[in-house]
């Protein structure tokens, strides 16, 4: 545990370097980020062990950045928010938080939260990343897309949108929900677009199985 990389994503700048202080001390290696885009940017560079994650962001919101963290990873998320009742609700829609964090909080007690969801996510067995939906499969963690038996050339974020899909076949994505954000991402829904149209030309025999739905976005045909 010693070394764990944690990310903190935190708008509020005294409250970020309080943190990165406790648990630098603590023998953490920490990266900051002070917006959902670069917490997403940031979590792609940086792999880190655990994100700590603040709700209430500018621009991409805490909700969205652990929606985009969790259609590809199981990295520990560790939430922190205003509202007890929130975190509680949260929780229980399973948008992927390990835990919460009410503020105000005492540093010393998110150490110890960190700590315990970091031994917590160490005892885990992680069940693989594998959607198979018709002739298409996708394997996240040898990060492999495959038509039948002929293996996909496909870039990161094209494997990703297409485990995205996959991951609920036959479920229509508005193209908001397929947005990534990031340097490699989709920033817009234009892009989305134009990445849905180059991820079909490389899905050869299987390209008729990623459809576009009239007014609402994309699915992958089960
Ligand atoms: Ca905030």
């Given at each position: 545990m010693a070394g764990a990389r944690i990310l903190i994503v935190e708008d509020e700048p005294r409250i970020a370097e309080v943190l990165e202080r406790y648990l630098k001390a603590e023998g953490f290696a920490v990266e900051r980020a002070a917006d959902g885009r670069r917490a997403l940017e940031l979590w792609r560079a940086a792999n880190p062990d655990l994100i700590l994650l603040?709700?209430?962001?500018?621009?991409?919101d805490g909700f969205e950045v652990a929606r985009a963290v969790r259609r590809t990873s199981d990295v520990p998320i560790l939430m922190v928010t205003a509202r007890a009742e929130e975190a509680d609700r949260l929780i229980g829609l399973g948008l992927g938080a390990d835990d919460y964090i009410v503020k105000p909080f005492s540093p010393r007690e998110v150490v110890a939260r960190v700590r315990a969801v970091l031994r917590r996510a160490a005892g885990q067995v992680r069940p693989p990343v594998h959607h198979a939906v018709g002739a298409l499969t996708v394997d996240l963690d040898a990060f492999q897309a495959r038509c039948g038996e002929a293996p996909l050339d496909l870039s990161p974020a094209q494997l990703r949108l297409l485990a995205t899909l996959a991951a609920q076949p036959g479920r229509a994505f508005r193209r908001a929900e397929l947005l990534e954000g990031g340097?490699?991402?989709?920033?817009d829904e234009r892009t989305v677009d134009a990445h849905v149209k180059n991820l079909r030309r490389r899905l050869?025999?299987?390209?008729?199985?990623?459809e576009t739905v009239r007014g609402v976005g994309y699915r992958l045909r089960p």
């Open positions: 603040d709700l209430m962001l500018p621009d991409v340097s490699d991402g989709f920033a050869g025999a299987c390209a008729d199985q990623l």
